[in-house]
């Protein structure tokens, strides 16, 4: 199956560390990819291959993989880390997938 | 500085085509795929195809085989993205995308094109 499934919504206190976790599996044999979106905007992505941040995202962003379960954690959550969480990879075919979201709210 | 800009907002009514462009700057066009994203009202990310701007070749997510045509011209360093046959449903936002590390990586994105179909 090419799903990736997300929970719907999480929270965090300010300053707390949060796991965002996306199921599925084509996750055993491919890495995923992790993207903010903040009201209005596009997309911005914040990890790749399991754990690599692009630059200008800051280290309390980490990813890593579990069997069919990849995850991303924020260390320490900020005010400007509320958003829509996205998870994506691919298919043994040409396939992309996105997982349904994660909306993240810091209290 | 990578850039990808798009063209601006479309209103189109039932059955009817719609054709959007991605201009890329800023890195060598051909060395990366671009994707089409789109994102209806409140909801999640959704993949339409991609194209290899080098030699031109294509794919694309099965719902939308036989809807949507993905082009390139590679001067300027555009893609287009054709969908035809419009419905309601067709309304949202429409990103284009490169891939990035690998071509499912999405490192840069448009700005986005809103498109509403209504009559």
């Known amino acids: 199956s090419s799903e990736l499934t997300q929970d719907p919504a999480v929270s965090v206190a300010l300053g707390q560390t949060v796991r965002i976790t996306c199921q599925g599996d084509s996750l055993r044999n491919y890495y995923a990819s992790w993207y903010q979106q903040k009201p209005g905007q596009a997309p911005v992505l914040v990890i790749y291959?399991?754990?690599n941040r692009p630059s200008g995202i800051p280290d309390r962003f980490s990813g890593s993989r579990s069997g069919d379960t990849a995850s991303l954690t924020i260390t320490g959550a900020q005010a400007e880390d509320e958003g829509d969480y996205y998870c994506?990879?691919?298919?043994?075919?040409?396939?992309?997938?996105f997982g349904g979201g994660t909306k993240l709210t810091v209290l | 500085q990578v850039q990808l800009v798009q063209s601006g907002a479309e209103m189109k009514k039932p059955g009817a085509s719609v054709k959007l462009s991605c201009k890329a700057s800023g890195y060598s066009f051909t060395n990366y795929y671009m994707h089409w994203v789109r994102q209806a009202p409140g909801q999640g990310l959704e993949w339409m195809g991609r194209i290899n701007p080098s030699g031109g070749s294509t794919d694309y997510a099965q719902r939308f085989q036989g809807r949507v045509t993905i082009t390139r011209d590679t001067s300027p360093s555009t893609v287009n993205m054709d969908l035809n046959s419009l419905r309601s449903e067709d309304t949202a936002m429409y990103y284009c995308t490169r891939g990035g590390s690998s071509w499912f990586v999405f490192d840069y994105w448009g700005q986005g094109t809103l498109v509403t179909v209504s009559s």
């Open positions: 291959g399991n754990n």
């Open positions: 994506n990879s691919r298919d043994s075919g040409a396939d992309v997938f």
